[in-house]
């Protein structure tokens, strides 16, 4: 079984080469599936903004379409939030079978144990984000949300990502980097840890013990770098081609 690792995908309408890039990514690996079937983690980000599971559009029943193909095959969907992707739930999973996993996950692969997160909770010097995602993912708050009309949650979605942008301008790099305790914290009890949100693809060592950062999916560079793990825990840290 191969084990198949993507972040920050950020798909959206405005952006159909990711979208067909995320395509193409789902019909190689469901061809491979005669050899070894795939378990595809996403975590998190895997949409440029997510208003909740009753919004319907075209651009997102070809993904779903893809997906059903995808699953019917054999192969597994597990799916973890982002930052941006937060109000994502089993809902919109159930249509092709997929599964919403806790927002910090571990999985025994081969010998070794991995740590999969979306990366946003280890950022711990960006005091100001930390609070504003305490607030927003309260369940009350986000089940609030939920009950508004889709057109009010895309204004909000909308001035959201423009505060962010804007907020985003004024800080470093380090403050919205991750914090070099929270990232041994994570790691004390597992072998390997996984992450994506930073943007800046890398493995680092960390006493001994990987951190895996994974790339988010660029239009001008046409490349993401993702990660597969087989059955024995072994990684290969491989760029993915977005045409």
């Given at each position: 079984m191969t084990h198949l690792f993507i972040?920050?995908?950020h798909l959206s309408p405005d952006?159909?080469?990711l979208v067909?890039?995320?395509?193409a990514l789902l019909e190689q690996y469901q061809n491979n599936n005669a050899a070894k079937p795939t378990q595809l983690y996403i975590l998190g980000d895997w949409f440029n903004a997510w208003i909740g599971d009753d919004y319907t559009a075209?651009?997102?029943?070809?993904i779903v379409t893809a997906l059903k193909q995808f699953t019917s095959s054999?192969?597994?969907?597990?799916?973890?939030v982002g930052n941006r992707d937060f109000a994502l739930g089993q809902k919109f999973l159930n249509q092709f079978n997929g599964k919403l996993l806790p927002e910090i996950y571990t999985l025994n692969i081969g010998n070794k144990k991995f740590r999969i997160e979306h990366g946003d909770a280890l950022?711990?010097?960006?005091?100001s984000y930390q609070r504003f995602r305490k607030i927003i993912r309260n369940p009350i708050i986000l089940g609030l949300l939920k009950s508004t009309p889709l057109s009010f949650r895309q204004k909000l979605a909308n001035g959201f990502r423009k505060k962010s942008r804007e907020s985003n301008q004024t800080k470093s790099y380090a403050i919205m980097d991750v914090n070099a305790q929270a990232v041994e914290t994570a790691l004390a009890e597992v072998d390997v840890l996984i992450h994506g949100h930073t943007h800046r693809p890398e493995i680092h060592d960390v006493n001994g013990k990987p951190r895996i950062v994974l790339g988010d999916w660029r239009e001008k560079t046409s490349e993401?770098?993702?990660?597969?793990v087989d059955d024995?825990?072994?990684y290969d840290f491989i760029k993915w081609t977005i045409n």
């Open positions: 972040a920050d995908l952006h159909p080469r067909r890039g995320f395509l075209p651009w997102l029943d070809e054999g192969n597994q969907v597990f799916f973890l950022c711990t010097d960006d005091v993401a770098m993702i990660l597969e024995d825990g072994q």
